[in-house]
């Protein structure tokens, strides 16, 4: 039976390197250093379905206040995809996490390199329960959809100000202005695409 559990650090790293690097862009994804600073200081949750002790694919995140949270990172193990394992971990995160109104980042077609994928991701996180809000973010150039997961329908306001939150607990106030924009102006261009850097 597949369960959703904390990684251990050694498993962070496993996935990281089997999964992760080759599944995400160097804008969209965080160092390995970064995402071992973050459990270390209490503001991450590397979760990992695990089919016995096998880990069939990640499920990332990024925590904010208490009662929130940003789904990080989604990534099925490369031989294990199109089986259904990231609805399996979207429904056990819902469980787990059902006092937890939990953000997404999807990449908005309209500037992704590849726009049929971005649709596809965009469909998947639908038909799994997750709600789109009213505003896009603009993160490292990346022009992203916010979506959210949640019991029942959660004010823009509110979710603008969390999503903001979590993002400034971490970054200098100067990085924050320079590569964030939460919310994305819809009359701008997206920010230059630059690989994820907190320093």
Not at 57 to 78: K, S, T
Not at 111 to 140: K, Q
Request: a negative charge; hydrophobic letters at 40%.
């Amino acid at each position: 039976m597949m369960e959703l559990r904390t990684a251990s650090p050694e498993q962070v790293e496993l996935v990281y390197e089997r999964d992760m690097k080759s599944a995400f862009p160097p804008a969209e994804l965080k160092p390995l250093a970064n995402i071992q600073s973050m459990c270390r200081d209490g503001w991450y949750r590397p979760l990992c379905l695990f089919d016995g002790e096998e880990i069939a694919g990640e499920c990332f995140l990024w925590l904010g206040h208490p009662g929130w949270a940003l789904l990080d990172y989604l990534c099925v193990a490369a031989g294990l995809r199109n089986q259904g394992l990231g609805a399996v971990m979207l429904e056990e995160l819902r469980r787990a996490e059902r006092e937890t109104v939990v953000l997404g980042e999807s990449e908005a077609p309209e500037h992704a390199p590849d726009p049929p994928m971005a649709e596809r991701r965009l469909g998947f996180y639908a038909r799994n329960g997750l709600r789109t809000a009213g505003y896009d973010t603009d993160i490292f150039g990346v022009h992203y959809k916010t979506l959210y997961l949640a019991p029942g329908p959660v004010d823009d306001e509110a979710l603008m100000a969390e999503h903001r939150f979590i993002y400034q607990n971490r970054f200098p106030r100067r990085k924050y202005e320079q590569f964030v924009r939460i919310p994305r102006d819809p009359a701008a261009g997206p920010l230059p695409r630059v690989p994820w850097d907190e320093s």
